[in-house]
Every structure is written in C-alpha cells, then in structure tokens.
C-alpha cells in the first residue's frame, strides 16, 4: 500500500495551481520517463483531461503528424508539393519529418513554464552550449541529473542529444530539396530557413553530449524518427 502511494504521490507533483506528472510511463516521450511536464505547458497543444498521461501522449501524437505541425512546416518552407500528398499525416518517404516528437518532448520540457513549475526554474545560462564551450554545457547538465537522488524529480531535464537534432535538421533538407514537394519559390530562402533553425542544435535542450543526452532512437525506438 504504501508502495501505491508513493508511486501516485511520484507520478503527480502539485505545484500551486499546476501539476507535474511524471513521465515514467509514456508513450510518447518514453526516452524522458524520469522527467516531469506541468499541465500548463499547452502553448504547442492542450491535453484531457489534463492529468492523465495517456491524454498527453494521444495529444502529442496527434500533434506530431496533424495539421498544425504541417502548418508550422509551410509557414516557414512553403512547400505545396507536400500539401498534395497529405502532408505528414501519410509516410511517402520522401517526406518523413525524423525525430519530430523527440524535439516536441524536448521543447516542451525545456519550455519556461515547465521549467518553473517542475523544475524550480533551473536552467543553464541561455540555454546554450557555447557559453560553457564546446559540449561542456551539455556534460555538466547531465551531471546535475545523474545526482539527484533516484525517484525524485532531477534538478533539471535531461537533454535531447544534438546527433538527434542534426538527424532532424537533414531530414527537414531532404524535403525541401525535393523539386517535386518544393517547387521554386523567389519568395523564400528555404537554405537560408534550415542554417537558422540548424542553431537550434546549439541550445543545451536539443545539443546535449553524446552519452549525456536522450538518444532519439530511444525514444522513438520502433520507428528510428519517422
């Protein structure tokens, strides 16, 4: 019994008018299962009800491969080729988005609500790797996790591995590469559009040091991202 209730006190946390549930059996965010998400983190998408995981991962799933993810893509690359094959919704090979949810999973939990309601507010300086140098930042980040004490909230989230990242980054080209799913446009700079959302690799959510960091394929393992 007294198992049950420290496991239930362990998968939500109230924190005011927040609450940290505990990651520890999702499906979609499986590589993160020690960390935790604040219901009031629904700037990406909202969840119900919003204590139950199972709600979060259909949400975030639902997300990944919907409409809005598509149009968050066209926003930026405007690529009517995909919009005729049904967007991401459909694997045509040639549009595979790899390790979408793992970024999500990561942005959401690096999201400034989230780290102030679960977190305490920790977080490296900017968030960046280079302040520290090279993937010092990274390294020392993960340091801060692995000595918390096990089963108790870590002081910070684990971050996404930036191999991960640049795996996301090469996919995102391979799209707009495609002549067929992005016709030439004047209007737009895709080249330009990959090089700045490249530096996202930088920051210490998504550019965590190999062995320091959540693996994509660990949290996506039955579909290597796609």
């Known amino acids: 019994m007294l198992l049950v209730l420290a496991f239930a006190l362990l998968a939500r946390v109230s924190t005011g008018l927040s609450t940290c549930l505990s990651l520890a059996r999702s499906q979609g965010c499986p590589g993160f299962s020690r960390e935790f998400i604040s219901t ?8 119900y009800p919003n204590d139950d995981i199972a709600a979060f991962d259909k949400a975030l799933n639902e997300y990944v491969s919907g409409l809005a993810s598509l149009e968050e893509f066209q926003a930026v690359f405007r690529c009517p080729g995909l919009d005729s094959l049904g967007g991401f919704s459909t694997d045509h090979g040639t549009s595979v988005v790899r390790y979408h949810r793992s970024m999500v999973c990561a942005d959401i939990l690096f999201s400034e609500e989230n780290l102030n309601d679960c977190y305490g507010g920790n977080r490296p ?11 010092e930042a990274g390294v020392q980040l993960a340091k801060v996790v692995a000595a918390s004490t096990l089963g108790v909230r870590p002081s910070a989230p684990m971050p996404l591995c930036r191999s991960t990242c640049n795996a996301w980054i090469d996919s995102l080209h391979t799209i707009v ?3 067929t799913l992005c016709q030439v446009d004047k209007g737009i700079n895709r080249g330009a559009s990959l090089d700045s959302l490249r530096t996202k690799c930088d920051l210490v959510t998504y550019g965590g040091a190999q062995g320091h960091c959540v693996e994509g394929a660990d949290n996506e393992p039955k579909t290597c991202g796609k």
């Not at 009031?40 to 969840?47: A, E, G, K, L």
């Not at 300086?125 to 993937?135: C, F, I, Q, V």
């Open 40 to 47: 009031n983190t629904t700037s990406r998408f909202s969840w």
């Open 125 to 135: 300086a900017d968030h960046r790797r280079r302040d520290l140098g090279g993937d």
């Open 177 to 179: 590469s495609n002549s």
